[in-house]
Every structure is written in structure tokens, then in C-alpha cells.
């Protein structure tokens, strides 16, 4: 496999988010996509969760009808989103952990302790043409069954990383080299994502086994900023315009 250009697929949930604050269609998750597309980014990631948070269904299908780079569908092990995912047959299914209560993805997917339940339910979408990720903590037990369950890819929770500082920090990235370097070994395809940002990602990115990285919230959160200037002069010009015209 190669290791040399990190792939950047970008995470639109919480455009969706945004949206949903205020009901109606705006800002659209699918519009955001389409310019992610056009500015470089290498696939698009969307998660659609039980309680329907920030995706919709719709979103999904969109997505779908109108991107022209892979969709990453984030998903939890349920009988509902495995129809959705055979159905629709996104690039890739990634089987998360999801909790009702929590406000973002919390940890990893525990594989080890539901590899009975995961193993009939990966099965299923290999055999719909459906590639699968796992998003797994970086600990060689949860790679190692990974790889057993047939899983192509797994990405490795950046979050414990991202969250600690000091000599804490370098013991998880510690933690993301070896299980990079683990899952290289075993013919796993290794990619990363949870919080990462322009802090934390130069040195995740540094480390050669990982091909892609999943990013989001930061994302989104920063364009508010980057691109909050533009739209302000943009805006008060409309408005002078609009005045002289009255």
C-alpha cells in the first residue's frame, strides 16, 4: 500500500449541526461537501446517528447523487444503518461506537469484546461490496481482531492524543506509531482522526504508515473564522447595493 501522500477526507456533521439549529436547510452539509471537493479534499465523511443529531437520511442520499469523491459513511453496528449502508453502498462503512448521551464519539470501538457481534455484521457488508473501516483506540489486541474480522481499514482515535499535553502527549503518540507501524505489518490499512488540528496533526502526519486522515470539527470551526471576514464585506456591500437602489 502506499505511505506517501495522506489522503484528507473531511467531516461535514456539524454543518449539519449549524443547520439544524434553526431547522429550514441552511447552511447545507451537501453544499459544504461540494466545496470541500473543490478546494482538494479526498473524500467526505458524514455520520449518521440513531437520534438523527446532526445527518439526516436525506443528506446521505444527496451526498451520494452529488459528490464525486468517496463518502465515509460513520455508522454504529445496528440492524437500521446496515440496510441504509447495502442500500446505498457508500466507498466505505466505518463502524463506530455511538452512546445516545454522549456529545461527540467518546473512544474507540471495543472489536475485542464485541468480535462475535461485529464478525457476522462485517460479513455482511464485504458482501454487499461495502469496504470497512473500524474506528478502534490504538492498542495492538483491538488491530489484531480487527484484521481477524475482515475489517480493510481501521482508523486509529486521535482524541487521548489531541486531549493531553507534555510528556503525556508524546506517550499517546507513542501509542499511534505503534499501532500504525502494527497495522502496516499485518497488510491493515491504518488511518487516523478525532480532534486533530493544526497543533497536533504535523506530528500524526509525520508518522509514514498512516493514509488518510479524517477531519471535522476543526474544520468547520475554523472556516467560521478564516472565512468570517470575506463574508462580512461581502454582506455590507449587499447592503450598501441594496440601499443606493431604494
Do not use: W
Not at 36 to 59: C, M, N
Not at 135 to 141: G, K, R, V, W
Amino acid at each position: 500500500m502506499s505511505i506517501n501522500r495522506i489522503r484528507l477526507g473531511v467531516n461535514i456533521d456539524h454543518v449539519a449541526t449549524v443547520r439544524n439549529a434553526r431547522g429550514g436547510f441552511y447552511p447545507d452539509p451537501v453544499s459544504a461537501a461540494l466545496l470541500a471537493q473543490k478546494a482538494g479534499a479526498d473524500g467526505i465523511t458524514a455520520h449518521l446517528r440513531e437520534d438523527r443529531r446532526h445527518i439526516k437520511d436525506s443528506d446521505i442520499e444527496r451526498l451520494m447523487a452529488e459528490i464525486s469523491i468517496p463518502l465515509n459513511f460513520e455508522m454504529a453496528a445496528t440492524d437500521e444503518m446496515l440496510a441504509i449502508a447495502i442500500r446505498l453502498k457508500p466507498a466505505s462503512a466505518c463502524i463506530v461506537p455511538e452512546k445516545r448521551e454522549e456529545l461527540t464519539t467518546e473512544g474507540g470501538l471495543d472489536v475485542v469484546g464485541n468480535y462475535e457481534n461485529l464478525k457476522g455484521f462485517i460479513a455482511k457488508l464485504n458482501n454487499a461490496g461495502v469496504s470497512v473501516s473500524l474506528f478502534i483506540d490504538p492498542d495492538l489486541a483491538q488491530i489484531k481482531a480487527s484484521k481477524e474480522l475482515g475489517a480493510d481499514k481501521i482508523e486509529l482515535h486521535t482524541g487521548s492524543y489531541v486531549d493531553a499535553s507534555g510528556e503525556e502527549r508524546m506517550v499517546e503518540l507513542e501509542r499511534l506509531r505503534a499501532g500504525a507501524k502494527y497495522s502496516n505489518e499485518i497488510d491493515l490499512e491504518v488511518h487516523a482522526g478525532h480532534g486533530l488540528n493544526y497543533e497536533t496533526v504535523r506530528d500524526v502526519a509525520a508518522i509514514k504508515q498512516f493514509t488518510e486522515f479524517n477531519i471535522g470539527h476543526f474544520l468547520i470551526g475554523e472556516a467560521i473564522m478564516v472565512g468570517l471576514e470575506n463574508t462580512i464585506i461581502k454582506m455590507r456591500q449587499l447592503m450598501d447595493e441594496g440601499r443606493e437602489n431604494c
